[in-house]
């Protein structure tokens, strides 16, 4: 593997890029117009522009992908996360083209990424999935086959993700609409139109545990604790899940181990859990790519988990063993999006003036953005990812508070001070939580002091300044900010 093209963009890209870095191996980055002054243009040893109607379609034309591979040299493409990280079709056309896609094999993506497929493969060898039903829409008797369920369900798209294609009904007279719903937002945006009905629990966390393998041999990585969502999308991440017990968590992540090994995994993989509060788990689907939320599980353990990526699909045995992954500490992550918070969740837009991340010891920022970047509806709106580190979830609580005060970001509003607000709660703190944990609590913003009103107040007005003044300009802030910024 020699040179290895990055097929995505932002934080997730540079993380890529570091990795490749390190390891001595030329890098490839492709970029749409709108990002061609990103960090990841800069960092990559090369760099290629890509073209689409919008962003994300550029990110999507396969052809275009392949074609730029063909003519720079690149024998290998890692696709991150989102995008075509579990395009099966992706996956083929590389490999008919001789490059490697890192990644496993097409195959196995066909398998484990159709939730209907992969239940059904996991549920015929012995591992407990929820009770669920595949439905036909177009059949006026499907709603016959739903007689034994137990209400409330939810309605899930088989090739679904991100909280499209999904919704919990509650009553059975409301579930038809729900379905055809589910089943035209799928086909919108997975070109899949098949759902099918599971089982919801009210009271449940979403634990995953992150694996490596080989094809032949498979290892995990631990658990991490993922049930502070919004709409079935995750906002805060921990490793470990302070819910297990140590036999609960050797059940679970050998259930993990054994859908991996079942199904000859090959490269980083997550296999997701639904753990109820009397105790039990079942398969709900595994993502066979890197996660967003996968530096956890690197800071839990010491572990680069795309490097290990890199070296199994270069062709690499796995190198490590069980008994080489030793838990230290508690490892804490929050997603910073440009939203309104406090209203709903609303996307927010605009032109990002100033950042500033947080320095210190166990201390990680992930993140794509810098001055100057316009913020738009065209992408995710995750703009980075701020990751602790600490010997207990106690220290990496309140080294995530303090992480969440220093980190600056001034142009566009971001779910910064909600995620404080969380980090508050009482609940939080003591591990109370299962996944509608955000939709049953009001998060209130924590009251600011004066200090900190009178700050903010004049970053504001510098804020406005330099945006005037500035124009399209990337105005140096910290140059005005003085002794706050400081």
């Given at each position: 593997m020699k040179?290895?093209?990055?097929?995505?963009?932002?934080?997730?890209a540079?993380?890529v890029?570091?990795?490749?870095q390190?390891?001595?191996?030329?890098?490839?980055?492709i970029?749409?117009?709108?990002d061609?002054?990103?960090?990841?243009?800069?960092q990559?040893d090369e760099?290629?522009?890509?073209y689409g109607e919008?962003?994300?379609?550029?990110?999507?034309?396969?052809?275009?992908?392949?074609?730029?591979?063909?003519?720079?040299?690149v024998?290998?493409?890692?696709p991150?996360?989102g995008?075509?990280?579990?395009?099966?079709?992706?996956?083929?056309?590389?490999?008919?083209?001789?490059?490697?896609?890192?990644?496993?094999?097409?195959?196995?993506?066909?398998l484990?990424?159709?939730?209907?497929?992969?239940?059904?493969?996991?549920s015929?060898?012995?591992?407990p999935?929820?009770?669920s039903?595949?439905?036909?829409i177009?059949?006026?008797?499907?709603?016959?086959q739903?007689?034994d369920?137990?209400?409330?369900?939810?309605?899930?798209?088989?090739?679904?993700g991100?909280?499209?294609?999904?919704?919990?009904?509650?009553?059975?007279e409301?579930l038809?609409?729900?379905?055809?719903?589910?089943?035209?937002?799928?086909?919108?945006?997975?070109?899949?139109g098949?759902?099918?009905?599971?089982?919801?629990?009210?009271s449940a966390?979403h634990?995953?545990?992150?694996?490596?393998?080989?094809?032949?041999?498979?290892?995990?990585?631990?658990?991490?604790e993922?049930?502070?969502?919004?709409r079935?999308?995750?906002?805060?991440?921990?490793?470990?899940s302070?819910?297990?017990?140590a036999?609960?968590?050797?059940?679970?992540?050998?259930?993990?181990v054994?859908?991996?090994k079942?199904?000859?995994?090959s490269?980083a993989?997550?296999?997701?859990?639904?753990?109820?509060d009397?105790?039990e788990f079942?398969?709900?689907?595994?993502?066979?790519?890197?996660?967003?939320?996968?530096?956890?599980?690197e800071?839990?353990?010491?572990?680069?988990?795309?490097?290990?990526?890199l070296?199994?699909?270069?062709?690499?045995?796995?190198a490590?063993?069980q008994?080489?992954?030793?838990?230290?500490?508690h490892?804490?992550?929050?997603?910073?999006?440009?939203?309104?918070a406090?209203?709903?969740?609303?996307?927010?837009?605009?032109?990002?003036?100033?950042?500033?991340?947080?320095?210190?010891?166990?201390v990680r920022f992930?993140?794509?953005?810098y001055?100057?970047?316009r913020?738009?509806t065209?992408?995710?709106?995750m703009?980075?990812?701020?990751?602790?580190?600490?010997?207990s979830?106690?220290?990496?609580?309140?080294?995530m508070?303090?992480?969440?005060?220093?980190?600056?970001?001034?142009g566009?509003?971001?779910?910064?001070?909600?995620?404080l607000?969380l980090?508050d709660h009482?609940?939080?703190?003591f591990?109370?939580?299962?996944?509608?944990?955000i939709?049953?609590?009001d998060?209130?913003p924590?009251?600011?002091?004066?200090?900190?009103k009178h700050?903010?107040?004049?970053?504001?007005?510098?804020?406005?300044k330099?945006s005037q003044?500035?124009?399209?300009?990337t105005?140096?802030?910290?140059?005005?900010?003085?002794?706050?910024?400081n």
């Amino acid at each position: 593997m020699k040179k290895v093209l990055v097929a995505n963009r932002g934080e997730i890209a540079l993380r890529v890029l570091e990795s490749l870095q390190r390891l001595g191996i030329a890098s490839v980055a492709i970029y749409h117009e709108s990002d061609r002054l990103s960090p990841v243009v800069q960092q990559a040893d090369e760099a290629f522009e890509i073209y689409g109607e919008t962003p994300s379609a550029a990110h999507l034309d396969i052809e275009q992908i392949i074609a730029l591979c063909k003519d720079n040299g690149v024998d290998a493409v890692h696709p991150c996360y989102g995008f075509l990280s579990e395009n099966t079709k992706f996956a083929k056309a590389l490999e008919e083209q001789g490059i490697i896609f890192v990644g496993p094999s097409a195959e196995v993506i066909e398998l484990m990424g159709d939730k209907i497929a992969s239940r059904d493969f996991v549920s015929a060898n012995g591992f407990p999935v929820p009770p669920s039903i595949t439905v036909d829409i177009d059949d006026p008797s499907f709603m016959g086959q739903l007689q034994d369920m137990q209400f409330p369900v939810v309605v899930k798209a088989s090739a679904g993700g991100g909280g499209k294609g999904m919704s919990i009904v509650r009553r059975p007279e409301d579930l038809a609409a729900a379905a055809r719903v589910a089943a035209s937002e799928a086909l919108k945006y997975f070109g899949d139109g098949r759902v099918y009905v599971e089982r919801f629990f009210e009271s449940a966390r979403h634990i995953e545990v992150q694996i490596l393998g080989d094809g032949d041999n498979v290892i995990h990585c631990g658990e991490r604790e993922c049930s502070i969502q919004r709409r079935f999308q995750k906002v805060i991440e921990e490793s470990p899940s302070i819910a297990l017990t140590a036999e609960a968590r050797q059940q679970i992540c050998e259930a993990a181990v054994g859908i991996a090994k079942t199904a000859k995994y090959s490269s980083a993989g997550t296999v997701e859990f639904l753990y109820t509060d009397q105790g039990e788990f079942f398969f709900l689907e595994m993502n066979t790519r890197i996660q967003v939320e996968h530096p956890v599980s690197e800071m839990v353990y010491d572990l680069d988990l795309v490097e290990q990526q890199l070296r199994i699909a270069a062709g690499e045995s796995l190198a490590l063993c069980q008994s080489d992954i030793v838990a230290n500490g508690h490892a804490l992550e929050c997603r910073i999006c440009a939203e309104d918070a406090f209203n709903d969740f609303m996307p927010a837009t605009g032109k990002v003036l100033a950042v500033r991340a947080p320095q210190g010891e166990g201390v990680r920022f992930d993140s794509g953005i810098y001055a100057g970047q316009r913020v738009t509806t065209a992408f995710d709106p995750m703009l980075a990812k701020l990751i602790v580190h600490a010997p207990s979830r106690e220290g990496a609580i309140s080294k995530m508070q303090a992480a969440l005060g220093e980190l600056v970001i001034l142009g566009v509003k971001t779910n910064i001070d909600y995620l404080l607000a969380l980090l508050d709660h009482d609940k939080i703190h003591f591990g109370d939580f299962d996944t509608n944990f955000i939709k049953n609590h009001d998060i209130k913003p924590l009251p600011l002091s004066e200090d900190v009103k009178h700050a903010a107040l004049s970053v504001a007005m510098l804020a406005e300044k330099e945006s005037q003044l500035m124009a399209d300009k990337t105005p140096d802030l910290y140059s005005y900010i003085g002794a706050w910024s400081n």
